[in-house]
Nanobody
């Protein structure tokens, strides 16, 4: 199991940028597939982006393609979500999630595929 701690959320105007970070504990981070999810009030928690062991394996929800970038630094046990051209509809609590995978470098895009979760960080985009 890995402990995940998100940071970097806040209030930003539409069109602005934020970078979320998710720091992971443990020595096996390099074998974790990671994902970013978000949950707006009254809505389900949805996938935003996911990454496998390396940057070659990534997934983005259609709503964020071209605006958000997921990346990871295995030396720092950290996964990032760079969010550009933010819109009011991006307002949500953003969660980092992890899944240990020794077999391959694939990403996972479904909520139920992840075992470890952070506490979330609020992102608010004003119009």
């Amino acid at each position: 199991q890995v402990q995940l701690v998100e940071s970097g959320g806040g209030l930003v105007q539409a069109g602005g940028s934020l970078r979320l970070s998710c720091a992971a504990s443990g020595r096996t981070f390099s074998r974790y597939a990671m994902g970013w999810f978000r949950q707006a009030p009254g809505k389900e928690r949805d996938i935003v982006a996911a990454i496998g062991w390396s940057a070659d394996s990534t997934y983005y929800a259609d709503s964020v393609k071209g605006r958000f970038t997921i990346s990871r630094d295995n030396a720092k046990n950290t996964v990032y979500l760079q969010m550009n051209s933010l819109k009011p509809e991006d307002t949500a609590v953003y969660y980092c999630a992890g899944r240990l995978n020794y077999l391959n470098a694939r990403y996972y895009s479904r909520l139920e595929e992840y075992a470890d979760w952070g506490q979330g960080t609020q992102v608010t985009v004003s119009s």
